[in-house]
């Protein structure tokens, strides 16, 4: 596990932020089992209190779910990982917009490049 954190952001969103990342990209797949807090903040090197801060916030938005005596868990609803993946997209072309804008491009053109890049990436997989 390999996390790096920035020192302007809380520990407990950045690790929020990584495990949002699996999820979305399908490294983590529904109904995958979570690392333990303590394992988690051992490998981190964080304190445990702070996992413990992400977890309980990535339940309360039902990203993962923990029953007693079990290991904690991603979500195994569909509508919950849709609903991350359009988060994720409005998060990523909200940043692309205000990327541009001191741009004068004509929509048209940068559509025409996302096809492109996106027809790239395509073909390199």
Known sequence: MNVTFNKRDPIYLQVMQYFK?????????????????????????????????????????????????????????????????????????SKFVSALDPIDIPLDDIVDLIKDKMNMRKKDD
């Open 21 to 93: 990342r699996l999820i979305v990209s399908g490294e983590l797949n529904l109904g995958d089992e979570m690392p333990s807090r303590r394992q988690l903040a051992n490998q981190l090197k964080i304190n445990p209190n702070t996992v413990q801060r992400a977890y309980s916030e990535m339940e309360e938005q039902r990203l993962i779910y923990t029953e007693p005596n079990r290991p904690s868990r991603v979500t195994e609803d569909p509508a919950v990982l849709n609903q991350l993946k359009k988060e994720w997209l409005d998060q990523a072309v």
